[in-house]
């Protein structure tokens, strides 16, 4: 696994101190706290909809306030990403987002680009699929058998519930693993 992140990042990466943090770090137990509190319904929510079209938050970035986006119940988490409002904005900070924090290439799980860690509510998100098992293994990460593993690919993950997940800043085009790009 460390190797295939070294291949990702480079060596420089790995040397460069990181950006100095603006807010004080939360206290663990106020994360937890708040990763447990149900999604807010209104009285319109609870009489007209259905749990098919309920949304659920995703974060993705504990220390921001507005990082998160809002994802409907059996939606793919890069396609809830891209629907974002400021989903383009993403676009000039990172050039490998296309539309939305993650950074996306195919859509189908081919490319590896999506990867992400899952911090907690990983339990809702869909079951890990036997593609997304051979993908994982191909990047080089390793797969431990469980049904919802803290690594995953954003396109193939469904939401289900309220989940907290982080976004590599190393995350690149692992199409072609049989070839690794060459750094440099």
């Not at 519930?161 to 085009?173: C, E, M, Y």
């Amino acid at each position: 696994m460390a190797y295939a992140t070294l291949q990702q990042v480079g060596e420089e990466a790995f040397s460069t101190p990181p950006p100095p943090m603006d807010v004080p770090p939360l206290e663990p137990e106020l994360i937890v706290a708040e990763r447990r509190r149900p999604e807010p319904r209104t009285l319109w929510d609870m009489l007209l909809r259905s749990e098919i079209n309920q949304t659920y938050t995703i974060r993705f970035d504990e220390q921001n306030p507005a990082a998160k986006f809002q994802a409907i119940s059996g939606q793919p988490l890069t396609m809830a990403a891209g629907q974002m409002p400021n989903a383009a904005s993403y676009k000039e900070k990172d050039p490998r987002c296309v539309a939305g924090p993650i950074p996306t290439e195919c859509q189908t799980g081919a490319c590896g680009t999506c990867w992400i860690g899952v911090l907690s509510g990983a339990e809702n998100l869909s079951a890990i699929t036997p593609f997304e098992v051979t993908r994982l293994k191909k990047i080089g990460y390793p797969y431990d058998g469980t049904a919802h593993p803290v690594i995953r690919l954003a396109c193939k993950t469904v939401c289900e519930g309220k989940a907290s997940i982080v976004i590599p800043p190393w995350n690149g085009v692992l199409a072609n693993w049989d070839h690794p790009p060459v750094r440099g």
